[in-house]
C-alpha cells in the first residue's frame, strides 16, 4: 500500500537557524515526491518536486530536499528560517503508474520564533 | 502553474442542506480533481472529474452525497449533499500542472451546524 508519514506534528525553530521537515514514503516502484506548503486560509502551494536524478532538490523560497532510497525519506530543509516560513507543510508522493493519484502525508506545522 | 478560484471561500450550513462549490481554473484541463481536508488532518481525494464523463469516485466516497459537474473544461463544481457536521471541512479542487505536480485552488472552508 502506499503511504506517507510525518512523524513530527509540529517542528519549532527560532529564525536564522536550518530547519528540518521529515517525510518518509512507501511506495511500489519508484516515487515521485513532493512538498506542498499550506499557509493559514490558503490552498496548498507547490513548493518542490523529485522525479529523477539529482537526489538534492531545490525549490521556491530557498527550500531544499534530500532525496534518499535507502532510507525511503524525503526530507524538507533550508539553511536559514524565516519567521515568514512559519506554516503547514505537507509531503506528497505519487506512484509512477498513477498520474493522478497523490497520496499526502499529515502535515507538519513548522513555527519560526523570533 | 494555473490559477484557480473557488466559491464560496467559507460558509456555515445547517445540517440537512446542500452546498455546491465552484472552482474556476484560467486555462483548458483535462482533469480536475476534489479533495477534502479535515481539522487536523491531510488531504483525501474525493474524485477526479473529466470533462464529459462521469466523475471517477475514491472509496468511501460516493455521488449520490457528492454530486460533482464538469460542464466544460476550466470549471466544475461539487455539491455536498444532506450535510452533516461531519462533512465540515476544507474542500480544494486542484489540476494537473506539467507532467507531475498539482495546483491546488485556496479551499472552501465549510462548517455545519
Known amino acids: 500500500a502506499q503511504s506517507v508519514a510525518q512523524p513530527e506534528d509540529q517542528v519549532n525553530v527560532a529564525e536564522g537557524n536550518p530547519l528540518t521537515v521529515k517525510c518518509t514514503y512507501s511506495v511500489s516502484g519508484n516515487p515521485y515526491l513532493f512538498w506542498y506548503v499550506q499557509y493559514p486560509n490558503r490552498g496548498l502551494q507547490f513548493l518542490l518536486k523529485?522525479?529523477?536524478?539529482?537526489?538534492l532538490v531545490k525549490g521556491s523560497y530557498g527550500f531544499e530536499a534530500e532525496f534518499n532510497k535507502s532510507q525511503t525519506s524525503f526530507h524538507l530543509k533550508k539553511p536559514s528560517a524565516l519567521v515568514s516560513d512559519s506554516a503547514l507543510y505537507f509531503c506528497a508522493v505519487r506512484p509512477p503508474n498513477n498520474f493522478n493519484k497523490f497520496y499526502f502525508g499529515s502535515g507538519t506545522k513548522l513555527n519560526v520564533k523570533p | 502553474s494555473a490559477v484557480i478560484s473557488q466559491k464560496p471561500s467559507r460558509d456555515i450550513c445547517q445540517r440537512g442542506t446542500s452546498l455546491t462549490i465552484q472552482c474556476q481554473v484560467d486555462?483548458?484541463?483535462?482533469?480536475m480533481f476534489w479533495y477534502r481536508q479535515q481539522p487536523g488532518q491531510s488531504l483525501t481525494l474525493i474524485a477526479t472529474a473529466n470533462q464529459g464523463s462521469e466523475a471517477t469516485y475514491e472509496s468511501g466516497f460516493v455521488i449520490d452525497k457528492f454530486p460533482i459537474s464538469r460542464p466544460n473544461l476550466t470549471f466544475s463544481t461539487l455539491t455536498v449533499s444532506n450535510m452533516s457536521p461531519e462533512d465540515s471541512s476544507i474542500y480544494l479542487c486542484?489540476?494537473?500542472?506539467?507532467?507531475?505536480?498539482?495546483?491546488f485552488g485556496p479551499g472552501t472552508r465549510l462548517t455545519v451546524t
Open positions: 523529485y522525479i529523477t536524478g539529482d537526489n
Open positions: 486542484s489540476v494537473r500542472g506539467g507532467l507531475h505536480e498539482q495546483y
Open positions: 486555462s483548458q484541463v483535462t482533469m
